[in-house]
């Protein structure tokens, strides 16, 4: 069985057209030693392997050095990006993401579907396209969005008892079992890398050009990781 972890970006117009979705989906036998890495990586940087909110990995955070990572020095902050996605890149993780046009996307039609409906519906596909490719089956998580929730497990309900998502190609979900879990984030070490490769695929994916130092060091990470894991972003309009 493969788990799947995927998060949701915070959509800016002023800043991107795009809204994101996507995660990480990794064979359930590496799980202990991708989670054991993880937690002697947040101990190597925060000092603790506590799972709580003053040691939880943002990607945001670590970037701009906020939150958690505030007072960290620039070449700490871009050596833990390095650390873990050498760590995902390690453990053979598949990324899929969604990247939908949101002013393209309503402009097309008279009642859009929210751009998060959407975009889940087209992540749970692409996770079920490589489980098809496999022949197995996954388990899916997805970060803790509260006005998200009911609406996700109803609708992924309805999408298995239909046998399809109602895209106009739609396709079966049947490889996911059971439901979508929303546990918080500061609770799984996997959520939180979710966020941290969903926050570098929203800057890098977005068209948008970043000439700092650190983007200067951490852009070519990313783009070494696509290059050498599964990696594929879907573009919706």
């Known amino acids: 069985m493969f788990l799947s972890y995927f998060d949701e970006s915070k959509h800016d117009p002023k800043k991107s057209p795009y809204f994101f ?26 000092g603790t392997a506590s799972l709580s909110k003053q040691n939880e990995f943002h990607g945001n955070e670590i970037f701009g050095g906020r939150g958690n990572c505030k007072g ?12 873990l996605l050498n760590c995902v890149q390690n453990n053979s993780v598949v990324l899929r993401f969604v990247r939908v046009n949101v002013p393209v996307h309503k402009s097309q039609y008279a009642y859009p579907t ?48 239909q046998h399809s998502t109602p895209m106009y190609y739609g396709r079966s979900i049947d490889r996911l079992v059971d439901t979508i879990y929303f546990p918080h984030s500061h609770f799984s070490r996997f959520l939180q890398v979710s966020d941290v490769l969903l926050y570098l695929c929203q800057r890098y994916e977005s068209g948008l050009n970043h000439t700092s130092y650190s983007d200067s060091q951490i852009e070519p990470m990313w783009i070494a990781l696509k290059n050498n894991v599964d990696c594929k972003i879907q573009t919706w309009l």
């Open 114 to 161: 929210p751009e998060y409906r959407l975009a889940l519906m087209l992540y749970l596909e692409r996770v079920c396209e490589f489980l098809d490719t496999h022949n197995d089956f996954g388990l899916v998580f997805g970060d803790y969005e509260q006005n998200e929730i009911s609406r996700s497990i109803l609708d992924f309900s309805q999408f298995k008892t």
């Open 72 to 83: 960290r020095k620039i070449a700490d902050r871009i050596s833990l990006f390095s650390d």
């Open 21 to 46: 979705l996507g995660g990480l989906t990794f064979k359930d036998q590496v799980a202990v030693q991708f989670e054991n890495s993880l937690a002697q990586i947040q101990y190597n940087f925060f």
